[in-house]
């Protein structure tokens, strides 16, 4: 697609600036803020000339903005990104990392912006395909208990027994004696909603969540889908939110997505709109995520369906199979119940208990364990083949005849329901025989949460620059990157490098300072406990009897942020009963009633403290009286039991680098900015930040993660007396 070049205004950048004084002007009490306006002028001159579309040698840009808190960042990028796009005629995408950040875009900052623009536009949200039912698979399953239902229900049972132990537990009193009978209960329900219009058959706009298994099995996912040759195309709530999103100037995805749908044509091509990562900090996590690949060693009762359900598809169809996928699928069984005997003899050589994580050192797997997943590989690659020629083969019907087509997208559907473990057995096994440098990050896991054994084989790229540069920003032209924490220690380089930005020539950083007088708001206390915190069972008691103290002493609203949960629940238990009156503990009840009951509490004059770990370091928005001061019990070093960053660093050793002081110390240095971000939340909050790792002053490299946080008066607490710095 050629981008449009015809008829755009003189000074695109003039046009984007102009558009964020009309948010600006229009903003109920609005306060200068010289660093969004900076934001806004770098986004305006970085992006007005990309070269959108098909065209030679395009020029691209991608500018990276750490906004701290309170700029206002939002106004800033949306007003200029889209005021652009609209001149161009394009699109923007704007991705996030969470659930938050979409609901205050779609249900705040874009209609504001709608309201004062000029030009109108169209904003929608997009979500993950398996979000949506499917209505093929909800009609075939309502009301029926049959064969044809049991097959579907069966199709993950190895996975939902283990995961999901819950779910066939009765709700609100009722009592199933059978699961079947549950779920037909269930779908019986949404499939009368469905008809009644009460619902849009989006699982987010259900008043009750159904259990992951149950929602499986109805989900609109792209193995089991048809699409336009579905006979319920036309009605498909996932299809109908894509024409929406057709029709839309501004897209609201999250990384996740983005990073899914790359290639897939589920969102705009990435050279032809305009995108914004806000929370940008999450974007080398992501995709790690996107790029790993796992394969289960134990469920294995759906290498019994597999050639039973092409069989009778193929009969069906009148296709002859080329492979004998019976004995391939008996062939994948043993290779993969070999690799799990391999596996349990490993990690009991190597642990007494069940719970065990075994990586393989610089992801060298013995030859003797990589026999059986050359095997795995071979016999998964003929099966998947089978598996898609068969595919094509309906979908081709169901096109040249629609009298066919419902057939043709049952059948359909029932393959599709396996391969997801078809393509993770592939997916995985590739990767274990990969041999590339740098090596994948390749581990065992045992597992007994569920109550049964079970063994898992994972495996990991572990340099998550090298997957962003190669899969997405190769294909970018024009993009803003921000969040309140990019840099680390005071600079840029640890983010540029895990994001795959670092020496690109389209790249540009600005950092744009908090409105607020973090030195007249705020202070930073580092309370010194005599036990070094790598005494961690020593420091935990002495940390805690520090804490418990303060805690008496808070008056409003207070939060806690532990490293682990060990060290939560070390605090719980040497609560008295005026503090466990006091305390709201995370994962006690659903965040939105902790922060409910926290809110309300204050706001009736009572002292609050919220005891929460890493989750609750970032996004937590607590103003005022919410948060006078947050405790800090431990930097928040990751766990060093992590296989991917375990695998880094001894590939970085190994290059004679110093993987503590390259990846670890920013890390955490990026890690204390979101956590130390709590505090001040706006021009007239007063807060303090009590950190009782005395590391943070004692050690050069806390040191260096002091120099990324916010000016702090910084002083130190030594046996209750405290000196300023």
Same mark, same amino acid.
Not at 61 to 66: N, P
Not at 238 to 254: F, G, H, K, T
Not at 509 to 512: D, F, G, P, Q, R
Not at 520 to 528: F, K, R, S, Y
């Given at each position: 697609?050629?981008?449009?070049?015809?008829?755009?205004?003189?000074?695109?950048?003039?046009?984007?600036?102009a558009?964020?004084d009309?948010?600006?002007?229009?903003?109920?009490?609005?306060?200068?803020?010289?660093?969004?306006h900076?934001?806004a002028?770098?986004?305006?001159?970085?992006?007005?000339?990309?070269?959108?579309?098909?065209?030679?040698?395009?020029?691209s840009?991608?500018?990276?903005?750490?906004a701290?808190?309170?700029?206002?960042?939002?106004?800033?990028?949306?007003?200029?990104?889209?005021?652009?796009?609209?001149?161009?005629k394009t699109?923007?995408v704007?991705?996030?990392?969470?659930v938050?950040?979409?609901?205050q875009?779609?249900?705040?900052?874009?209609?504001?912006?709608?309201?004062?623009?000029?030009?109108?536009?169209?904003?929608?949200?997009?979500?993950? !395909?398996?979000?949506?039912?499917?209505?093929?698979?909800?009609? !075939?399953?309502?009301?029926?208990g049959?064969?044809?239902?049991?097959?579907?229900?069966?199709?993950?049972?190895?996975?939902?027994?283990?995961a999901?132990?819950?779910?066939?537990?009765?709700?609100?009193?009722v009592?199933?004696?059978?699961?079947?009978?549950?779920?037909?209960?269930?779908?019986?329900s949404?499939?009368?909603?469905?008809?009644?219009?009460?619902?849009?058959?989006?699982?987010?706009?259900?008043?009750e969540?159904?259990?992951?298994s149950?929602?499986?099995?109805?989900a609109?996912?792209r193995?089991?889908?048809?699409?336009?040759?579905?006979?319920?195309?036309?009605?498909?709530s996932?299809?109908?939110? !894509?024409?929406?999103?057709?029709?839309?100037?501004?897209?609201?995805?999250?990384h996740?997505?983005?990073?899914?749908?790359l290639?897939?044509?589920?969102?705009?091509d990435?050279?032809?709109?305009?995108l914004?990562?806000?929370?940008?900090h999450?974007?080398?996590?992501?995709?790690?995520?996107?790029?790993?690949?796992?394969?289960d060693l134990?469920?294995?009762?759906?290498?019994?369906k597999?050639?039973?359900?092409?069989?009778?598809?193929?009969d069906?169809?009148g296709?002859?199979?080329?492979q004998?996928?019976? +004995?391939?699928?008996?062939?994948l069984?043993?290779?993969?119940?070999?690799?799990?005997?391999?596996?349990?003899?490993?990690?009991?050589?190597?642990?007494?208990?069940?719970?065990?994580?075994?990586?393989?050192k610089?992801?060298?797997?013995?030859?003797?364990?990589?026999?059986?997943?050359?095997?795995?590989h071979?016999?998964?690659v003929?099966?998947?083949?089978?598996?898609?020629?068969l595919g094509?083969e309906?979908?081709?019907?169901?096109?040249?005849?629609?009298?066919?087509?419902t057939?043709?997208?049952?059948q359909?559907?029932?393959?599709?329901?396996?391969?997801?473990?078809?393509?993770?057995?592939?997916?995985?096994?590739?990767?274990?025989?990969?041999?590339?440098?740098?090596?994948?990050a390749?581990?065992?896991?045992?597992?007994?949460?569920?109550?049964?054994?079970?063994?898992s084989?994972?495996?990991?790229?572990?340099?998550?620059?090298?997957?962003?540069?190669?899969?997405?920003?190769?294909?970018?032209?024009?993009?803003?990157?921000?969040?309140?924490?990019?840099?680390?220690c005071?600079?840029?380089?640890?983010?540029?490098?895990?994001?795959g930005?670092?020496?690109?020539?389209?790249?540009s950083?600005?950092?744009?300072d908090?409105?607020?007088?973090?030195r007249?708001?705020?202070?930073?206390?580092?309370?010194?406990t005599?036990?070094d915190?790598?005494?961690?069972?020593?420091?935990?008691?002495?940390?805690?009897a520090?804490?418990?103290a303060?805690?008496?002493?808070?008056?409003?609203?207070?939060?806690?942020?532990?490293?682990?949960?060990?060290?939560?629940q070390?605090?719980?238990?040497?609560?008295?009963a005026?503090?466990?009156? +006091?305390?709201?503990v995370?994962?006690?009840?659903?965040r939105?009633?902790?922060?409910g009951i926290?809110?309300?509490?204050?706001?009736?004059?009572?002292?609050?403290v919220i005891?929460?770990?890493?989750?609750?370091g970032?996004?937590?928005?607590?103003?005022?009286?919410l948060?006078?001061?947050?405790?800090?019990?431990?930097?928040?070093?990751?766990?060093?039991?992590?296989?991917?960053?375990?695998?880094?660093?001894?590939?970085?050793?190994?290059d004679?680098?110093?993987?503590?002081?390259?990846?670890?110390?920013?890390?955490?240095?990026?890690?204390?900015?979101?956590?130390?971000?709590?505090?001040?939340?706006?021009?007239?909050?007063?807060?303090?930040?009590?950190?009782?790792?005395k590391?943070?002053?004692?050690?050069?490299?806390?040191r260096?993660?002091?120099?990324g946080?916010?000016?702090?008066?910084?002083s !130190?607490?030594?046996?209750?007396a405290l000196?300023?710095?």
């Open positions: 697609m050629t981008a449009q070049t015809t008829d755009l205004p003189a000074d695109l950048a003039a046009v984007a600036l558009a964020f009309q948010v600006v002007v229009a903003t109920p009490g609005f306060r200068v803020r010289t660093g969004q900076e934001m002028q770098r986004i305006a001159s970085s992006l007005h000339d990309v070269t959108l579309g098909d065209q030679p040698e395009p020029h840009a991608v500018t990276v903005i750490q701290g808190t309170g700029v206002g960042k939002s106004a800033a990028y949306l007003s200029t990104t889209v005021a652009l796009a609209l001149a161009r699109r923007v704007v991705s996030t990392a969470t938050a950040l979409q609901e875009l779609m249900t705040k900052d874009l209609p504001v912006l709608a309201a004062v623009l000029d030009t109108p536009f169209v904003f929608a949200l997009a979500k993950g !395909r398996g979000r949506y039912v499917c209505k093929l698979k909800l009609e !075939r399953l309502v009301g029926t049959g064969a044809e239902a049991t097959e579907l229900f069966d199709a993950d049972d190895d996975a939902a027994a283990a999901q132990p819950a779910a066939a537990q009765p709700r609100r009193g009592v199933w004696q059978d699961p079947i009978e549950r779920r037909v209960a269930l779908y019986d949404l499939a009368a909603a469905l008809a009644a219009g009460r619902w849009d058959g989006d699982r987010d706009s259900l008043a969540q159904p259990e992951p149950d929602w499986s099995t109805v609109a996912e193995h089991t889908c048809t699409a336009r040759h579905c006979p319920r195309f036309s009605s498909c996932y299809y109908q939110a !894509r024409m929406q999103l057709a029709q839309a100037q501004v897209i609201v995805a999250n996740d997505l983005v990073l899914a749908s290639g897939m044509k589920a969102l705009p990435l050279d032809n709109c305009l914004v990562f806000d929370e940008g999450h974007l080398p996590a992501v995709a790690l995520d996107q790029f790993s690949s796992a394969m134990s469920g294995l009762r759906w290498l019994d597999l050639p039973k359900i092409l069989i009778d598809v193929a069906k169809m296709f002859v199979l080329v004998d996928v019976t +004995t391939l699928a008996q062939q069984k043993t290779a993969l119940l070999e690799a799990n005997r391999m596996a349990m003899d490993l990690l009991r050589g190597v642990s007494a208990g069940y719970d065990v994580v075994h990586r393989f610089d992801g060298v797997v013995p030859e003797a364990l990589l026999e059986p997943f050359k095997l795995i071979d016999h998964a003929a099966l998947s083949d089978a598996l898609e020629a094509a309906l979908k081709s019907r169901a096109k040249e005849d629609p009298a066919q087509a057939h043709c997208s049952v359909y559907a029932r393959l599709g329901q396996m391969a997801p473990k078809l393509n993770s057995a592939v997916a995985t096994s590739a990767q274990w025989l990969n041999s590339d440098e740098p090596p994948l390749k581990w065992f896991k045992s597992d007994t949460s569920s109550g049964l054994v079970f063994l084989a994972h495996a990991c790229p572990i340099v998550p620059g090298d997957l962003l540069r190669r899969h997405l920003w190769q294909h970018v032209r024009g993009a803003v990157v921000t969040s309140a924490s990019l840099t680390s005071g600079s840029f380089d640890y983010f540029l490098g895990e994001t930005l670092a020496g690109l020539p389209q790249v950083t600005l950092a744009v908090s409105p607020f007088d973090y007249t708001q705020g202070q930073l206390i580092v309370a010194d005599a036990a915190p790598k005494q961690v069972d020593l420091y935990t008691t002495q940390m805690v520090a804490l418990l303060d805690l008496r002493a808070v008056q409003h609203g207070a939060l806690v942020l532990f490293t682990s949960r060990v060290q939560m070390a605090a719980v238990g040497a609560l008295d005026n503090l466990q009156d +006091t305390v709201l995370q994962g006690q009840m659903a939105g009633r902790l922060l926290h809110q309300a509490r204050v706001e009736s004059g009572f002292a609050s005891f929460g770990l890493q989750s609750f970032e996004g937590l928005d607590l103003p005022g009286l948060c006078e001061t947050v405790f800090i019990a431990k930097l928040p070093f990751s766990p060093p039991s992590d296989p991917v960053e375990e695998a880094r660093a001894e590939w970085l050793k190994r004679g680098r110093d993987p503590f002081s390259e990846l670890v110390v920013p890390a955490t240095g990026i890690k204390l900015l979101q956590w130390t971000g709590r505090a001040i939340r706006s021009e007239t909050d007063q807060a303090r930040v009590i950190c009782y790792d590391r943070l002053l004692s050690t050069s490299y806390g260096r993660m002091l120099q946080l916010p000016p702090y008066a910084v !130190r607490r030594v046996l209750g000196s300023a710095l």
